[in-house]
């Protein structure tokens, strides 16, 4: 099924190309044109993600994302700005209101997609996904269910959710700054030192059946999840 995405962009020669280009990567794509516009658009059934323009008229993007993050229905609904400014202080403004990332004009059409589907990716519960499994270490996202040589484990919601995003990235070495991005996400103010709390719960939770060992500090890089010793 397509993911429905709401194109806030007041200029029509923008916002058409934005529409065509995600149209034939299989977005059912809704358009606005101001703010009150895109405030009536923003009703059921939700978009999935909202493309959003810094400038508008009746109102800036910035007031509209922070408006959609109070309210209860539409504050999960992930949002990427779309702006011609680049200054590193509208940025995290553009973060701080509650925006998922951050596409600076111009960009190509390529970039915009990728851009989009890593935040779906990001942001989207993990429910529909097949169990992983690694050396007998077994996460299974609908039960959410972590077992080993089947036996159960606890873990904590932010155990869980790292331990997912490892098993899928395997392999990979990423950063403190790269593992908040995707596991907490990046309009969540966490300090760095909060990753080494998680990782030292989460290699407690595994141990003892052998799989402790899997997730790797790379000293001076960050962490790596890996069944090779």
């Known amino acids: 099924m397509s993911k429905k995405i709401l194109v806030v962009e007041d200029e029509a020669p923008i916002r058409d190309m934005i529409k065509f280009v995600l149209e034939q990567s299989d977005f059912d794509v ?4 101001d ?17 959003l323009d810094w400038m508008l008229p009746g ?15 539409t504050k999960d609904i992930p949002i990427i700005m779309l702006t011609a400014r680049g200054e590193e202080e509208d940025k995290v403004r553009g973060l701080d209101a509650g925006a998922d990332d951050y596409i600076t004009k111009p960009f190509s059409p390529k970039e915009l997609v990728a851009r989009i589907k890593a935040v779906l990716r990001r942001t989207s519960p993990t429910s529909n996904e097949e169990p992983i499994s690694f050396s007998g270490l077994i996460l299974d996202p609908v039960s959410h269910r972590v077992t080993s040589h089947g036996n ?3 873990l904590g919601p932010t155990e869980f959710k790292l331990l997912h995003f490892f098993m899928t990235h395997s392999e990979r070495v990423y950063s ?6 995707n596991v907490w996400g990046t309009n969540v ?9 998680h990782i030292r719960r989460l290699r407690k939770a595994i141990s003892g059946h052998g799989h402790e060992n899997m997730i790797q500090t790379v000293r001076g890089s960050g ?5 090779k010793q």
């Open 59 to 73: 109102g800036s993007g910035i007031q509209l994302a922070k408006k959609l993050k109070q309210h209860e229905h």
């Open 176 to 181: 403190r700054e790269q593992l908040l991005d």
């Open 189 to 197: 103010y966490v300090e760095d030192r909060t990753v080494d709390v």
């Open 152 to 154: 159960a484990l606890k």
């Open 30 to 33: 809704t358009e606005a044109e």
């Open 223 to 227: 962490y790596r999840f890996s069944a």
């Open 35 to 51: 703010f009150d516009v895109a405030l009536e658009a923003v009703v059921e059934p939700y978009p999935e993600i909202i493309l």
